[in-house]
């Protein structure tokens, strides 16, 4: 990872690690139908009303911030994604799971269902479009699965199946069921498995990364 020249406009496009895991089984999958944009190498502190020569230098630090190039690890780029919300709006959505990390027994299930809060009024707290949830390692799980969209999207995404590799699933839905891997194999000696569950609304671009540990239960 690397700098951009912030002096010229600069378009670098790559596939994420999801992108050529999804264009290598080459079945179609691989599907580009939106974009988003964010930004994260923004630091909005710098911004300066008080600047001596006026108006037209109170953004000049932020201008002259640099721009990061492109790299293909999802879970850490685009993560400020710019959303559009209502004039006036004072507080930013921020999703709530009502776990700050999850830790389940193997065979052990669990309905994760994501709110958002500070969004379209304090009586509404779900997402009309859904959440994308993404797991980091699918092998930790034995069901992995979203409910409650039933877009030709979430449904092709919720019927994908991972085999025998550490690849990262995403799924589409309202709730999210998981239950805990019961393959004793993967353990490899250890008590524990651990990865990362990301959520992200997708209406609001609100979005919550929580550790996920498998506990390893002795027969």
Do not use: W
Request: net charge neutral.
């Amino acid at each position: 990872m690397g700098y951009l020249d912030n002096s010229i406009v600069t378009v670098d496009a790559i596939l994420t690690k999801k992108g050529r895991e999804l264009l290598a089984r080459g079945d179609g999958s691989f599907k580009i139908t939106q974009f988003c944009l964010s930004d994260d190498e923004i630091d909005y502190t710098l911004y300066n009303p008080t600047h001596p020569l006026g108006s037209q230098f109170y953004g000049q630090a932020i201008e002259n911030l640099p721009l990061l190039e492109a790299f293909p690890d999802e879970t850490q780029i685009m993560k400020y994604k710019l959303t559009t919300l209502p004039r006036g709006t004072a507080k930013l959505p921020v999703l709530d799971i009502g776990y700050t990390s999850i830790r389940l027994k193997q065979g052990a299930s669990l309905a994760i269902t994501p709110q958002t809060l500070n969004y379209l009024g304090s009586s509404q707290t779900f997402e009309t479009g859904g959440y994308v949830a993404t797991i980091a390692d699918a092998r930790v799980l034995s069901t992995y699965n979203g409910v409650g969209i039933n877009t030709p999207e979430a449904e092709r995404l919720n019927s994908t199946t991972t085999l025998g590799t550490n690849v990262s699933k995403t799924v589409i839905g309202t709730s999210i069921n998981i239950t805990g891997t019961t393959v004793n194999t993967l353990f490899a000696g250890q008590t524990t498995l651990q990865t990362t569950i990301t959520i992200i609304g997708r209406d609001s671009g609100a979005r919550i990364t929580v550790p996920l540990t498998i506990v390893k239960v002795n027969n």
